[in-house]
C-alpha cells in the first residue's frame, strides 16, 4: 500500500501519517502540503506544494501511490479569508482528482474528510440528518458552498471511476486537545456564547476518533458517504456545564451584528455555520459507518468529558508549547543519509 | 438512483463465531478494528451526562414540572374525560391522530398530558417549525415534548424509539378556522402522516377531541396582517374581545371529552420507498371521516359546552 496524505502541515495531515506510517503493509507514505508537518514523523516523505496542489499530476505518476487520503479542506471559515478557502478547497480537489483521474493512474482507493457543514442548519431541518438527506436551505456561506462543490466534484469522480473506491467521511464539531476547531475555541474562553434563549441540541466527535475514521477508511474497503459523529446530542448548555464554563448570551436578533465586535477584537470569532449551529443545532446519523465496521471510542459527551479533561490539565499548566519543529536537514539525514542503520531489528 | 455512491450498505461483515476471517480489505490481513460490535444508536454514555434532554430535545424532568403546573387546568378547568385510552397501545410506537382547534390551540397539552398521566408514556408533539425559531419559548416547547414535524423526525421516534407521537395533520388550517366551521375538519394535509406510518410500520390511532373549538373561539382574521408579520394567522378571538391582551391565555372552561379510536393498521410493508399515492390518499380520507363522524356522536350527546 502506497499512500499519498495531503494537508500534511495540518495537525490532521500529520496525525493520519503517523497512524499510516505504524503499518506495516503501508510501504510509502508521501506528505503533501503547504507547511511543514507539525508532528515527528517517521519515514513519511514530505513535499511541500502550493495550495492549489498543481503539482500533484507529477508525483502521482512519480510515486506510483494507489491511495490518497484528502484532508486539506478547511471547515472552518475563521482560518482563512473566502478566497483562500476557495482556493484550497475547490482548486485543490479539482487537481487533485484530475491527478488521480487521469488514465493510467495507479490509485485505486481516494478518502476525502469533509464535513456535515453539507447538510447547513435551519429551522426546517430534521434533528438527525442521514448521509442522503438533503439540506433545506440554500448554501450561503463560503466554506458550506465550497465544500458542497468539492462533494459534487467527488461524486462525479466516483462516477467516471468505477476502479477507484471513494469513500468521503463527513465529520461533526471535532473537539481534542490539539485540533483548533470553533466549538474548541469557544470552549477554550473563560466565558461561553451562547444564543439567547436557545439551547441546541449538538453532537461532537473526538479527535482521535475523527483521526482514526480516516486512517480507517484508507485501509479499509469502505466505498461511499459516511457521517462521522459520537453516539448523541446533547443541549449546549449542558456541553458548558461538563467543561465547567458560564454562559454569555449573544441577543436572538442581530447576532451576527453582535458577534461583530468580538471579531474584531479578537476574542472570538463566530462564523456563521456556527452561529446557526448555535440557534438550531444540528444531529448526524453515525450507524452507517459503524455497520461499515468502524468503531467509535467516544460518544458525544464523551468526547466534551474528554475535551474538559484536556482543560484542566492545560489551565493548570499553562498552554503547551508545541514540542516539534520539523528541520529539513535532520529530516533528510535521518531518512537518506547512509550513516543511519535502518531495518534494525 | 441505484448507485453505490448512494447506498453502500454494510460493506464489511465479519460471519459469526470466527473473529478472525480475514477482512474484505483487499489485504488479506486480520485487523481488529473489523469486528463490528452490535451497537445501539441511543444508548449514550448516561455517567457523562449531566442532564435528562434527550435527542429529542424533550427533558422528562421539565416534563414533570409542566405536568404539576397544567395538572389544575386539566383536571378543574377543563375537565378532560377520556373514552377509549385502552385503544392507545402500551407499547410500540403508534401515530396519534387528532384535530386541532381554538386560536392557540388547547388540545395538544390535554392529549400529551392526558396520555403521559393516565398511561405513564411520554408523547412527543409534532408541531410547525415556526417554534424553533422563538427564543426562550421554544426552547421550552422542545424540552416539553414538541418536535419539529418533519418527516424524517416522526419516522425515527416511531420506528427507532418506538415512542407514540402526536400530529395534527389539519395544521394551522384547524386552528385558524373561524368559530362558524367549528367541528368541521379541514383537509388532511396530502396525507403525509399515513405515509409516515405505513413507512415506521405502527399504526394511527384517530382521536376526536371535544371542547377546544370553545375554549378559544376565532371569529375574526387578518390575513393581511398575518402575511406582514410571517405568521400563520392572527385572530381576534372572543377571549380577547372579553379580556383584552390576557385573552390570548384566558381560556374559557369548556368541557374536554376526548375519544380515542379503534386503531387503523395498514396492511402494507414498511420501509418502502414510496407507497401508492391512491392508497395513502384514500386511508388519510378514511381517517378523517372517522374523526368527523366521532366528533359529530359526540356532539350529539352533549348537552352543554360547559358542563359536557
Given amino acids: ?345 | 438512483m441505484p448507485d453505490p455512491w448512494d447506498d453502500p450498505g454494510p460493506t464489511v461483515r465479519v460471519s459469526e463465531p470466527d473473529r478472525r476471517e480475514p477482512s474484505v480489505d483487499g489485504l488479506g490481513t486480520p485487523s481488529t478494528d473489523l469486528v463490528p460490535v452490535p451497537s445501539d444508536d441511543r444508548v449514550d454514555d448516561d455517567r457523562l451526562r449531566q442532564g435528562d434532554v434527550d435527542r429529542w430535545g424533550r427533558s422528562e424532568s421539565v416534563r414533570e414540572i409542566a405536568r404539576t403546573l397544567y395538572d389544575p387546568l386539566y383536571r378543574y378547568w377543563f375537565r378532560a374525560e377520556w373514552d377509549g385510552l385502552e385503544h392507545i397501545p402500551r407499547h410500540g410506537g403508534a401515530l396519534l391522530v387528532a384535530n386541532h382547534a381554538g386560536a392557540i390551540p388547547a388540545d395538544a397539552p390535554a392529549v400529551m398530558h392526558g396520555i403521559e398521566t393516565e398511561l405513564g408514556r411520554p408523547v412527543y408533539g409534532l408541531a410547525e417549525f415556526l417554534f424553533r425559531d422563538v427564543p426562550v419559548l421554544g426552547t421550552l416547547w422542545a424540552r416539553a415534548g414538541g418536535v419539529t414535524a418533519h418527516p424524517e423526525n416522526a419516522y425515527r421516534l416511531l420506528h427507532d424509539d418506538h415512542q407514540l407521537v402526536l400530529v395534527f395533520p389539519e395544521g394551522v388550517k384547524g386552528t385558524g378556522k373561524l368559530y362558524r366551521d367549528r367541528y368541521q375538519l379541514r383537509r388532511f394535509g396530502r396525507g403525509g402522516f399515513v405515509e409516515i406510518a405505513m413507512r415506521a410500520g405502527v399504526p394511527v390511532v384517530p382521536i376526536a377531541v371535544v371542547g377546544a373549538e370553545e375554549s378559544m373561539p376565532v371569529v375574526w382574521k387578518s390575513p393581511r396582517l398575518a402575511k406582514v408579520l410571517g405568521v400563520p394567522y392572527v385572530p381576534l378571538t372572543v377571549n380577547m374581545l372579553m379580556f383584552g391582551p390576557l385573552g390570548l391565555v384566558a381560556y374559557f372552561p369548556a368541557k374536554f371529552k376526548l375519544r380515542v379510536l379503534p386503531p387503523v393498521h395498514f396492511d402494507v410493508e414498511p420501509d418502502q420507498e414510496r407507497y401508492s399515492r391512491s392508497r395513502v390518499m384514500d386511508e388519510a380520507d378514511q381517517i378523517r371521516g372517522r374523526i368527523q363522524d366521532a366528533l359529530y356522536d359526540m356532539l350529539r350527546q352533549r348537552k352543554s359546552v360547559w358542563a359536557g
Fill in chain 1, 1 to 345: 500500500m502506497r499512500v499519498l496524505v495531503t494537508g500534511i502541515g495540518t495537525f490532521w495531515g500529520s496525525r493520519i501519517a503517523q497512524e499510516l506510517e505504524t503499518h506495516d503493509d503501508v510501504e510509502v507514505v508521501v506528505g503533501l502540503g503547504t507547511n511543514e508537518p507539525v508532528l515527528p514523523l517517521e519515514r513519511t516523505e514530505y513535499v511541500r506544494s502550493d495550495s492549489g496542489y498543481t503539482i500533484l499530476q507529477r508525483i502521482v505518476h512519480a510515486t506510483q501511490v494507489d491511495t490518497i487520503v484528502h484532508t486539506h479542506l478547511v471547515v472552518d471559515s475563521t482560518q482563512l479569508s473566502g478566497r483562500a478557502t476557495h482556493e484550497i478547497n475547490v482548486i485543490g480537489t479539482m487537481n487533485l482528482l484530475a491527478a488521480a483521474g487521469t488514465a493510467g493512474s495507479p490509485v485505486r482507493r481516494l478518502v476525502v474528510k469533509s464535513s456535515t457543514l453539507v447538510y447547513g442548519s435551519g429551522r426546517a431541518d430534521p434533528y438527525v440528518f442521514r448521509e442522503e438527506s438533503v439540506r433545506t436551505s440554500p448554501a450561503r456561506t463560503r466554506v458550506e458552498r465550497s465544500l458542497l462543490e468539492v462533494e459534487s466534484f467527488v461524486s462525479d469522480f466516483s462516477e467516471d471511476n468505477p476502479h477507484v473506491t471513494v469513500t468521503l467521511l463527513r465529520f461533526t464539531n471535532i473537539l481534542g486537545d490539539h485540533m483548533q476547531t470553533p466549538f474548541a475555541k469557544a470552549l477554550r474562553l473563560p466565558a461561553v456564547p451562547e444564543i439567547l434563549g436557545f439551547d441546541p441540541l449538538l453532537q461532537f466527535t473526538h479527535e482521535d476518533d475523527a483521526c482514526s475514521a480516516l486512517t480507517y477508511a484508507s485501509r479499509n474497503e469502505v466505498p461511499g458517504v459516511y457521517n462521522v459523529a459520537g453516539d448523541g446530542t446533547m443541549p449546549w448548555s449542558e456541553v458548558c456545564k461538563i467543561v465547567g464554563k458560564r454562559r454569555v448570551p449573544l441577543p436572538p436578533v442581530f447576532t451576527n451584528v453582535a458577534a461583530e465586535p468580538l471579531r474584531f477584537l479578537r476574542v472570538v470569532d463566530l462564523p456563521p455555520e456556527m452561529l446557526s449551529l448555535l440557534r438550531y443545532g444540528k444531529g448526524v446519523d453515525n450507524a452507517r459507518f459503524k455497520r461499515a465496521g468502524f468503531q467509535y471510542r467516544f460518544s458525544s459527551a464523551g468526547a466534551v468529558e474528554d475535551f474538559a479533561r484536556g482543560l484542566r490539565l492545560e489551565s493548570t499548566l499553562g498552554e503547551r508549547q508545541p514540542a516539534y519543529r520539523y528541520e529539513r536537514d535532520v529530516e533528510t539525514f535521518f531518512r537518506h543519509s547512509p550513516a543511519v542503520v535502518r531495518d534494525r531489528e
